[in-house]
């Protein structure tokens, strides 16, 4: 990676290109051209919108793929040539092509031209976790317990990868529901790196100088305090989105103590035993309609990961199928039945 600073007057096609060398990039994606990507969008027609938050817009738009055939994309267009938006861009392309995992969203190509800059990924049918969750009317069907399993266990293996498997230590910073896309099949694929940092090896938190980035009620507590951000800040993160999951109640921040509601309710329920904390789940799915021994271990999972206090949860790594699961123990399992993360509340 070459870096300069940008002159007043620079051209911002030249600004990009000198910054990043993209041929020296390992694997570097395919370059689409501009053309096909403003053709395939409709001009980038607002039809053509699947998502915008504060990086920019994403479309959905039709290319040309292998041996020729018309393929889907999803196309996501940075918010503008200046400073910020450069930095998003190319924080994402630099993270996200190296890395290579089933429940991490692939990127296909990108693209620079007049100014625009584009990232090109694989396209989810079903959209994003947040849409199927909470975007449809009372009529809209109702996502199953076997796919909210599978997509925690999907995300849980994402974070496992980041976290432990990659080949340094990358910290996402904005886990929510917003950034879990859906293939055909209803498998996870995390997306929207534009926050991740991957770190040095000696390295265990990165403190952002523009001050606590991400989304409220998904930030750890800790790191108002600290400025710092960990794996453990992102396992708060996953935590929320457990309870979301299970309880199909999304967490709101509207009002300063909204952004806890659904935690603190949760642990009340906890807290007031025989079996109460059943009453946290979804009442659109009904009894039969999910497995409760699940049920209580990934609200139990949720409340550990978004315990308030990181200092008062151990989270661990396990090699197989967790042994001697004491009461309050809460893991995940993949299809195999091998633990994707433990938390042991102490």
Not at 68 to 86: I, L, P, R, Y
């Amino acid at each position: 990676i070459k870096k300069r600073r940008g002159r007043i007057g620079d051209d911002s096609s030249s600004i990009v290109r000198s910054t990043i060398n993209f041929a020296s990039i390992p694997g570097v994606p395919k370059e689409f051209d501009y053309k096909e990507l403003r053709k395939g969008t409709g001009n980038f027609d607002e039809k053509m919108k699947l998502g915008q938050g504060g990086y920019g817009v994403v479309y959905r738009a039709t290319v040309v793929g292998e041996h020729g055939q018309s393929m889907e994309v999803a196309v996501k267009q940075f918010s503008g040539a200046n400073t910020k938006g450069q930095e998003d861009f190319l924080a994402e392309l630099s993270i996200i092509n190296l890395l290579r995992h089933r429940n991490l969203v692939k990127l296909l190509g990108w693209c620079h031209q007049d100014g625009v800059l584009l990232l090109v990924y694989d396209f989810m049918p079903n959209g994003s976790l947040d849409r199927l969750l909470f975007g449809g009317g009372p009529e809209a069907p109702v996502l199953t317990w076997g796919h909210r399993y599978n997509i925690v266990a999907g995300v849980a293996s994402a974070l496992n990868y980041l976290h432990h498997e990659y080949d340094q230590r990358v910290i996402h910073r904005d886990i929510k529901p917003s950034n879990i896309m859906l293939d055909a099949a209803f498998n996870a694929r995390l997306g929207d790196f534009g926050l991740a940092r991957a770190l040095e090896t000696d390295k265990t938190s990165y403190t952002d100088k523009l001050g606590v980035p991400g989304t409220l009620g998904y930030i750890a507590p800790e790191c108002f305090h600290t400025g710092r951000a960990t794996r453990e800040s992102d396992v708060f993160g996953f935590g929320a989105v457990i309870l979301e999951i299970v309880s199909g109640r999304r967490i709101s921040c509207s009002n300063a103590a909204g952004c806890s509601q659904l935690l603190e309710g949760v642990w009340q329920l906890h807290g007031a035993g025989g079996g109460r904390i059943l009453e946290a789940v979804d009442r659109r799915l009904a009894p039969g309609e999910f497995d409760e021994g699940d049920a209580e271990r990934l609200l139990l999972l949720g409340l550990a990961c978004s315990h308030p206090n990181p200092a008062g949860l151990h989270v661990a790594r396990a090699a197989g199928r967790a042994r001697g699961r004491r009461r309050g123990d809460a893991g995940v399992r993949d299809q195999h039945g091998a633990d994707l993360i433990v938390v042991v509340l102490r």
